[in-house]
C-alpha cells in the first residue's frame, strides 16, 4: 500500500514485487515515492492522506476492489487503476468532473462545451459532465458505457488527436490555426 500526503506518496515495501509496481506508478503518474518502514507513522505526521493506493498483482483486481468498497461503502470513492495493477481509495468527492465543473465555473465555460477522453474507471465522471464524453478503444468497458462515442484507437495509437481531427472534419469542432 502507499499513502499520498499532499504532493507525496510514502510506500511500504512488504513483497519484492512492490518495488517494480512503485516503479511502474512513477513512470505512469511522474511521481516519486518515499519509502518507510514504519507503518506510515512519518507520512501520518505530516497530515492525513488524500490518497491510499493498494498495489495488487493484475490478477487480483477485482478481488482487492470489490472488498475495499464492501468495506467502505460510500464512505469513500474506490477505483480500479488503470492499467490495472492498482486500487486507488479517494474521499468520497473527489473526481476528475468535479475538477471539470469547478475549472469550467472559474473560466465561465459551459461544461457543454468541453471534451473529455479516458479510459479508466477515474474517468467516468469526468466523461459524464463534459458536453461530449469520449472512451478510448483500450478504455474499460465501464467507461465505454457512459461515453458518447468510442475511439477507433487506443492511447498509444494518438487515438485523441485522430478523434480530435475527426470531430473537426465532421464541423464539431473548430481549431484556431
Known amino acids: 500500500r502507499a499513502r499520498s500526503i499532499g504532493h507525496d506518496i510514502?510506500?511500504?515495501?512488504h513483497h519484492d514485487w512492490h518495488l517494480g509496481a512503485t516503479q511502474k506508478y512513477s513512470n505512469l503518474t511522474g511521481v516519486k515515492f518515499t519509502y518507510c518502514d514504519d507503518n506510515y507513522a512519518s507520512a501520518m505526521e505530516r497530515g492525513h492522506s488524500s490518497k491510499l493506493i493498494i498495489l495488487c498483482q493484475e490478477d487480483d483486481i477485482d478481488d482487492i476492489y470489490g472488498k475495499?468498497?464492501?468495506?467502505?461503502?460510500?464512505e469513500a470513492k474506490v477505483i480500479r487503476g488503470s492499467p490495472p495493477f492498482f486500487v486507488e481509495i479517494l474521499h468520497k468527492d473527489v473526481c476528475k468532473g468535479t475538477g471539470l465543473q469547478l475549472l469550467c465555473g472559474k473560466l465561465g465555460v459551459p461544461l457543454e462545451d468541453c471534451i473529455s477522453f479516458g479510459d479508466g474507471d477515474n474517468d467516468i465522471e469526468f466523461?459524464?459532465?463534459?458536453?461530449?464524453?469520449?472512451a478510448m478503444k483500450n478504455a474499460r468497458e465501464t467507461v465505454k458505457a457512459v461515453a458518447d462515442e468510442v475511439t477507433e484507437h487506443t492511447n498509444n495509437e494518438d487515438g485523441v488527436i485522430r478523434m480530435l481531427q475527426l470531430l473537426e472534419a465532421r464541423g464539431r469542432l473548430h481549431l484556431d490555426s
Not at 68 to 74: Q, R, V, Y
Not at 127 to 134: A, K, P, Q, V
Open 10 to 13: 510514502y510506500a511500504e515495501l
Open 68 to 74: 475495499a468498497s464492501e468495506a467502505l461503502g460510500d
Open 127 to 134: 466523461i459524464e459532465r463534459s458536453g461530449l464524453g469520449i
